[in-house]
């Protein structure tokens, strides 16, 4: 089949140690008076919030601070938000986080540019009126919002995570700063490590999936695998560093090549249960991709060769062998591979795949599945 | 030594057979009414001019056609189409080409937004305000010129071929469509993808490479050794999109780390002796790799070990073999490996070198060079 037309936008990239410094003159280049600034609670703990004060400060920038934030982002939250933008008279739109205040960042910017709720923009390519610059400093190295057209907004009378995703929400520049990562608990690197991976795998897997992503997937597993043991043992700054590496190219991948089952599921998850989203992928991932096997074998065995750095005669079995290599590496980590650890409500599975068939990610996940094929995923994941 | 902060800045890439039906829109987008558009005389023959024509003009938009362009363009073509841009009230730039349109075009957006004349933004950074938006479509799979922030443009009283360099010059969008590529000859071919592999190759070994830059530069060299000599037999349509697959992420690689030695030499060359450029690199590149190998035996290595398929004990073996590879694949191209078949004037080889010093792609050289350094380059590749 000859691949048809592929789009590949990301964001300017400041990549490095030290990358945060240029924060004020990367919002003054996009013309910014009075920066919205949006992060969260345990980062002013940890004094970077501070630091980005200082660092708007020396560009004589003024700023309004909003931290109304939390895991999985509320659409009331995006909506206060904007209003705030509006009526302090922002100009661009700075966001220190991982994904839930880069992701209400980008609710906020949309919302304050092409206005009423935050809703009506669920789903593809709805959003018609441009966005105020945005200048984002990822936290974890995960979410790869600061990369991605995605923004997941929680819809808490609906309790449904929606996916909004549009070219225009690819922030302007994305500073990607490993020093950040120094501050990170053990359990949150790992988190948003294996988020990094999730995307990598169904970004490749994914319908379309091009020359330009799969290349980014692939490097994505290959650093992870190999870096994040030695990373969580050490803290040491080379192996974090390989670990934002990762989740850039991750998120360069997921944001131009889509995902798949599992984030379809996540999101619903996370909607209907509040579950937090970097534990669900070491329970579904190994799943999802034993699903997909039939519709794509190539590919996830092209998955395994790196996870196993070997490839046996056929797809099928290098497949399989890199799948439980993954399942291996989950619980050398010592996070829960099973569906009961994380949720109690089984009931509510039925209601969580009915909503996730509609998830804008299964349009890409290269093999077709109905709600019941989903519940069944969910059930062998029990 | 930790990576220092690196940057990474890539156009809105378009990518595919067919994907050239989208230029119109492409530029009503980037708020076009009248665009200004770049091609040359091969181009408007073998039909690709007239077919962009008409896709302007179905999405209602007026056009002016300049294709005073020659290889190794001229500053005064420059001069000559901006002064054209402005008398006419232009406000899009949409260049069809290799190297020579795109560039071109690159110079006349530049002088037509900042005034002047091209030859006072020659160097890295130079430029000032902002460009009109530009939409470029690459006829060949090598320049790279549509996804990099460089434009070289000839200096005809200085004989110097001058590199501008400034991430203004990343086009808006560049849309990739490898149907082109099967109205090309086969030594056009060549001669791109030859250029291609001499991107990616200097890029990889760049001093300011980074982790975003190094896999595609592998990539590249990886499928240009593969698919390049199926290309030519066959010109079947999958493996002249590999090519174009190739050349852009090569492209993507030069623009953010720079190139070297053999890219400063081939500017001097094209500016002194108006030497093609896509021939010039099967010459030097072998000799700048052997030149360049003390400093980066590691990475000379993974070029090899790309190239030949394996890798041996020591990185200087390996790298050694894989660059006599690449002399082989040269040969089996019936490409001149040595300077004498392309300059008759062995004497102005000082001068030549001389000048290739002040080069801006020398800054990145993994070893410094002198101009003697230099000429023993090239007296080594006579």
Known sequence: MPMSVRKFSIPEILFGRGSMQYVGTCARRLGAEKVFFVSDPGLKKAGWVDKVFELLETEKLSWVYYSNVVANPRDHQVQEGAQLYLDEGCDVVVSLGGGSPMDAAKGIALVASNGGKVHQYEGANRIHRPLPPMVFIPS???????????????????????????????????????????TKTKSL???????????AAESYVSKIASPFTEVHSLKSIDIIIKVLPAALETRGIDALEQLSVASTSAGMAFSNA??????????????????????????????????????????????????????????????????????????????????????????????????????????????PATWEEM???CEDAW
Chains 1, 2 share one sequence.
């Open 140 to 182: 974890t190295a995960g979410s790869g919002s600061d990369v991605s057209q995605f923004a997941i907004i929680n819809d808490v009378q609906r309790r449904v995570k929606m996916s909004i995703i549009s070219r225009t929400l690819v922030p302007n520049i994305s500073i990607i700063d490993p020093n950040i990562l120094t």
């Open 375 to 377: 519940l069944q995923i």
């Open 189 to 199: 690197i790992i988190a948003a490590a294996i988020d990094a991976i999730a995307h």
């Open 258 to 367: 889509s995902l798949g089952i599992d984030h379809a599921l996540a999101h619903s998850l996370g909607g209907m249960l509040d579950v937090v989203h970097g534990l669900i992928h070491p329970v579904l991932l190994p799943h999802v991709l034993r699903f997909n096997l039939p519709a794509c074998p190539d590919k996830v065995a092209d998955i395994g060769e790196i996870v196993l750095g070997k490839r046996y005669s056929s797809d099928e079995k290098t497949a399989l062998a890199g799948i439980e290599k993954l399942e291996e590496f989950s619980h050398q980590l010592n996070v829960s591979t099973r569906l009961r650890d994380i949720i109690t409500d089984r009931a509510s599975l039925p209601q969580v795949c009915r909503m996730a068939v509609n998830d804008s990610c299964l349009l890409t996940n290269p093999r």
